[in-house]
C-alpha cells in the first residue's frame, strides 16, 4: 500500500542532498538484475517536487510521475523509486538505518508516495 502522507513538517523548499553507498537501476519485475549501478559518485537528492538520482547520469524523476518509493534490505537499507510507466525503477542503498530514515523523512515532508515498510522506519 502506497500512502500520499501529509507532510509532517514545514521543510520550505530546501532540497535535501544524500550520499548513499551506491544507486541502481533496474527492472522493475525482476529487482535482482542491475541493468547499471554507481559506487563511485552516487547521489540523491530530495526536492519538493521530485527526487534526483544519479546512476550513470542523472535521472529526475517528479513525485506525481512514481507509483510508489518502498523500503528493502539487502546488504544495506534500500529505497526504490518505482515510476509508474516505465520498465525500469532505481534504487539507492545506505549503510545504516539512519541515513534511510533521513530520506524517508524528507520524502514524506515533500509528500512522496512511500509505502507501509517505508513508513514504519520513522514512525
Known amino acids: 500500500r502506497v500512502s500520499h502522507a501529509q507532510p509532517r513538517q514545514d521543510t520550505g523548499n530546501a532540497d535535501v542532498t544524500l550520499t548513499p553507498l551506491a544507486t541502481f537501476s533496474g527492472l522493475q519485475r525482476l529487482p535482482l538484475i542491475a541493468l547499471s549501478h554507481n559506487s563511485l559518485f552516487p547521489s540523491l537528492v530530495i526536492g519538493p517536487r521530485a ?18 518509493i518502498s523500503l528493502s534490505y539487502r546488504f544495506g537499507e ?9 520498465w525500469r525503477n532505481f534504487t539507492a542503498s545506505f549503510a545504516s538505518r539512519e541515513e534511510a530514515a533521513k530520506a524517508v523523512a524528507a520524502l514524506v515532508d515533500f509528500g512522496a508516495p512511500v509505502d507501509g515498510k517505508a513508513l514504519a522506519l520513522i514512525n
Do not use: E, G, K, N
Open 78 to 86: 534500500r529505497l526504490t523509486f518505482t515510476p509508474r510507466q516505465s
Open 51 to 68: 527526487v534526483t538520482i544519479r546512476v550513470l547520469r542523472r535521472h529526475v524523476l517528479a513525485y506525481d510521475d512514481l507509483a510508489s
